[in-house]
């Protein structure tokens, strides 16, 4: 059995279906869930296009005419109900893959983090005090998803936790770290966006010319390191 | 071995059936809005019912064909011309070289399906050439069409045609479409926080008339009708969604994803349009309107194989129409 609390399988969409477990961001159901990520992309049901892990679920995109093909006179719904709960339960090999460590570093020069002076201020802390607690702790990639290679990561320190704003920002620049709730996340692409930016880093995170074009990928660890404006400005130029 | 853009229109881009296997990154599928016209069209001149096509919105581009070309039209009537002379769509066309393809006044529709014998040249980017405009990669160099761009093809059919008094034939056969679209009601089947709708919501769903509001584009359709309510205020946590899911929005209203949706959402999911009636969705602008009617999950597969019988039906039809007419 993958799944330590108890969980539910739906419809969601006559090409899609859904295992959901839990009802909370939680780093143990999180890691269930990449489990039978890896294990379902290891060994995959035939017709299946994409398995989208986000914090506490699952979804499969299938291909209903293939998928059909194996269900007989079952509905494909049917089929990948039983199937998905037969997997569940008997996982074919447990992936138990190391999390990979990954340090970003980040520039939270004021001049490019526009939000920085005003969290700190909130939190009534200093803006050395909020760039300590955020480079502070080490950050799970639940799930990647809004953008291409947007990872939302989590949680952070209670001290910094912010909500959104209540009016988007009608653009914000590609690589701008930012706090959104008890998530923390970076901007791969200019977009519109409503989290609390806090900092910027110079890394490319997403770079559709590389054969794996995320820089982060679910279940990663993440930790931010501080750099000052001009090794951001030189970054990957020594 | 080309075609080239006179004048570009709103939004021309190429696309196939989309890009899968990478929405766990975050990569969107993308691909035809319509994918019952982008099978009729490859159809029509012979091709592979996913090979790249042409994905025109209102107004649409203007296009000169460089050398003489098997084409056809499918989707959206846009009132076609060749040189100034009407062309009809859902029909195999022989265009000679140097002949200019434009569109007058939108009739149906809000996306027209250019289809060239061996498809166009694309980009492919991670196993698809649909354009993703958000990072710019697959189809035109990850872009829509602009003026001037010229689209090099794959491996068209030499035709020895001689052309009378007309710069174009069109060949005497039409795709039948009337069976694969849907006239009444978009169907859905319930999504899963649809039973957290107040009673007399699930009842105004089902029953109110929905009108497609300006702001709706490949991304997703918003829809403007009498603002529903759910029980709890339910705080949710992000799950994926997929194309035709219907998200419930905190001011009541209701937006169904589309084509270039992101791959995952936090509103609340009242439910999924079926993949059968997504193509006539996807021929409907803003201020058209419509019914939501809901079905089952069972009903919904028979109906997409239905539609899959009749397409692949009319395929086999066009291949040997146009088999026996290259013959003789």
New interface residues.
């Given amino acids: 059995m993958l799944f330590s609390s108890p969980y539910r399988i739906y419809s969601s969409g006559d090409h899609s279906i859904t295992i959901e477990a839990g009802n909370q961001i939680d780093t143990k159901i999180n890691q269930e869930i990449i489990s039978l990520f890896h294990d379902l992309s290891a060994n995959r049901i035939k017709g299946v296009k994409d398995i989208i892990p986000a914090f506490q679920s699952l979804t499969l995109i299938y291909d209903i005419t293939i998928c059909k093909k194996e269900a007989g006179n079952q509905s494909v719904f049917t089929f990948l109900l039983a199937l998905l709960e037969h997997r569940i339960k008997h996982p074919i090999a447990i992936v138990k893959t190391a999390s990979r460590r990954i340090n970003i570093p980040v520039c939270y020069d004021s001049s490019i983090a526009p939000d920085i002076a005003l969290l700190a201020e909130l939190h009534t802390i200093s803006i050395e005090e909020l760039i300590e607690i955020h480079t502070g702790k080490e950050y799970r990639v639940y799930m990647i998803g809004f953008l291409p290679g947007f990872a939302y990561m989590g949680t952070v320190d209670q001290r910094i936790v912010t909500a959104r704003k209540s009016v988007p920002r009608t653009f914000v620049p590609a690589g701008s770290v930012g706090i959104g709730g008890e998530q923390t996340g970076i901007y791969p692409f200019g977009s519109a966006g409503g989290w609390q930016l806090i900092g910027r880093t110079p890394i490319t995170m997403f770079d559709p010319k590389n054969e794996i074009p995320c820089y982060l990928q679910p279940g990663d660890e993440v930790r931010f390191f501080s750099i000052t404006l001009s090794e951001y400005k030189n970054w990957g130029q020594s | 071995m080309s075609i080239r853009i006179n004048k570009s229109g709103l939004l021309d881009t190429l696309q196939d059936e989309g890009r899968?296997?990478?929405?766990?990154?975050?990569?969107?599928?993308g691909g035809a809005m319509d994918r019952i016209a982008m099978h009729i069209a490859n159809a029509l001149v012979g091709n592979p019912p996913n090979e790249t096509v042409l994905e025109m919105h209102f107004p649409a581009a203007e296009i000169l064909f460089e050398q003489t070309l098997l084409i056809a039209l499918a989707g959206a009537d846009f009132s076609s011309t060749i040189n100034g002379k009407e062309l009809p769509i859902l029909h195999p066309v022989l265009i000679s070289k140097g002949s200019i393809l434009a569109f007058g006044k939108r009739k149906y529709g809000a996306r027209v399906y250019l289809s060239v014998q061996g498809g166009f040249t694309a980009d492919t980017?991670?196993n698809s050439t649909s354009t993703?405009t958000?990072?710019?990669?697959g189809g035109f160099h990850?872009r829509a069409l602009q003026k001037n761009d010229q689209l090099l093809l794959n491996n068209p059919g030499a035709f020895s045609f001689v052309f009378t008094d007309h710069a174009f034939e069109v060949l005497p056969w039409k795709a039948k479409t009337a069976e694969l679209y849907t006239t009444n009601s978009i169907r859905f089947?319930a999504?899963?926080e649809f039973g957290n709708l107040h009673n007399q919501s699930i009842v105004v769903m089902k029953t109110q008339v929905y009108t497609i509001s300006r702001d709706s584009d490949r991304m997703g359709y918003r829809l403007q009708a009498g603002p529903l309510t759910t029980l709890s205020h339910q705080e949710m946590?992000?799950?994926?969604?997929?194309?035709?899911?219907i998200q419930l929005l905190p001011n009541g209203q209701l937006i169904i994803l589309m084509a270039d949706h992101?791959?995952?959402?936090g509103y609340p999911?009242m439910g999924?349009v079926?993949?059968a009636d997504l193509p006539t969705l996807a021929q409907m602008q803003a201020g058209e309107t419509f019914q939501l009617q809901e079905i089952n999950?069972?009903q919904?597969?028979d109906l997409?194989?239905e539609q899959?019988m009749n397409l692949q039906q009319l395929q086999n039809a066009c291949n040997f129409r146009l088999q026996e007419y290259l013959k003789a």
């Fill in positions: 899968y296997g990478y929405q766990h990154l975050g990569v969107n599928p980017w991670l993703n958000k990072v710019n990669a990850g089947i999504g899963a946590i992000s799950t994926a969604v997929t194309r035709g899911t992101q791959t995952t959402g999911r999924h079926i993949t999950p069972e919904s597969e997409f194989f899959e």
